[in-house]
């Protein structure tokens, strides 16, 4: 996702849908820029399913930059900070998946 909105049919119905995908990519890591993001993420009725989905792909580095699933994806220029920051970011959202599918959000 480097810049552009998932449309994957997972995330159809999410808080996101119809929202500008910019909010979604802050320009600096200020978490003043990724809070309005984080909190419509929160929100969200999919947000389990949207982390179980983001998890692998951050994974990969295939989504960089920016708030998915609450979670803030930072970009990976600095490969040493980059790669402890994205093995964070993976757990946090495997947290978020797994908390969803423990409490019924999503369905096994």
Do not use: W
């Amino acid at each position: 996702m480097s810049a552009q909105t998932p449309t994957e049919p997972v995330l159809f119905g999410g808080a996101c849908s119809g929202v500008d995908e910019t909010a979604f990519f802050p320009e600096t890591r200020k978490l003043s820029e990724r809070r309005p993001a984080i909190r419509l993420c929160q929100a969200c009725p999919v947000l389990g399913q949207c982390a179980a989905y983001a998890a692998p792909l951050v994974e990969n580095k295939a989504i960089t930059g920016c708030v998915i699933a609450s979670v803030y994806v930072p970009h990976t220029a600095n490969l040493a900070r980059g790669a402890k920051e994205r093995a964070a970011a993976v757990a946090e959202l495997e947290a978020i998946a797994a908390y969803a599918l423990a409490t019924g959000e999503v369905a096994a």
